[in-house]
T-cell receptor, first 111, second 111 residues
Framework: SQQGEEDPQALSIQEGENATMNCSYK?????LQWYRQNSGRGLVHLIL?????REKHSGRLRVTLDTSKKSSSLLITASRAADTASYFC???????????FGQGTRLTINP | EAGVTQFPSHSVIEKGQTVTLRCDPI?????LYWYRRVMGKEIKFLLH????????ESGMPNNRFLAERTGGTYSTLKVQPAELEDSGVYFC?????????FGPGTRLTVT
């Protein structure tokens, strides 16, 4: 079965810098979604990119998708302390709506 | 608009006891999903309702887990009898299209 795998597992940067997280998966997908989870809280939906899209922007977020390499990246520009959280990618296959999550990237923004 | 809500936020029970988790989806969302994250592992799909029907229950770990969605509104997930390995965070999500919106989760601790 497919599984999203995030890279790196943990990332620590200074406030104001850009943060890039990567996700790889194994099978053909319909969509890929990115979520954020603040400590002890629920998952917040950030962005969805469809398999026929290559790039998508939302505020300070930029997501790319390369279906030939089965990979996606999430870029957060001008990071803020409030961006400290775990970030997960999740994929769904054609014909199925269940999401398959990776282990996540723990992002720490240092003031 | 209210988001997905879950009750309780935290439950501590002894091995062998029964626990029932509740999820209220976003109003009007036909799709309701249950996921869980056990310690140190990735978030995993349990099952998917479309209105009151079980569309996909391939992720249910065993017959100690019973999910219902009577009337196609809120859903319950019962664990009976609970085992130590059931400890984790149980998430509910709802969607009308492909974007799934998650609740804050119920942290279940089985002692």
């Amino acid at each position: 079965s497919q599984q999203g795998e995030e890279d790196p597992q943990a990332l620590s940067i200074q406030e104001g810098e850009n943060a890039t997280m990567n996700c790889s998966y194994k099978t053909s997908i319909n969509n890929l979604q990115w979520y954020r989870q603040n400590s002890g809280r629920g998952l917040v939906h950030l962005i969805l990119i469809r398999s026929n899209e290559r790039e998508k922007h939302s505020g300070r977020l930029r997501v790319t998708l390369d279906t030939s390499k089965k990979s996606s990246s999430l870029l957060i520009t001008a990071s803020r302390a409030a961006d400290t959280a775990s970030y997960f990618c999740a994929t769904d296959e054609w014909g199925a709506q269940k999401l398959v999550f990776g282990q996540g990237t723990r992002l720490t923004i240092n003031p | 608009e209210a988001g997905v809500t879950q009750f309780p936020s935290h439950s501590v029970i002894e091995k062998g006891q029964t626990v029932t988790l509740r999820c209220d989806p976003i109003s009007g969302h036909d799709n309701l999903y249950w996921y869980r994250r056990v310690m140190g592992k990735e978030i995993k799909f349990l099952l998917h309702f479309v209105k009151e029907s079980k569309q996909d229950e391939s992720g249910m770990p065993n017959n100690r887990f019973l999910a219902e969605r009577t009337g196609g509104t809120y859903s319950t997930l019962k664990v009976q009898p609970a085992e130590l390995e059931d400890s984790g965070v149980y998430f509910c999500a709802s969607s009308q299209d492909r974007e799934q919106y998650f609740g804050p989760g119920t942290r279940l601790t089985v002692t």
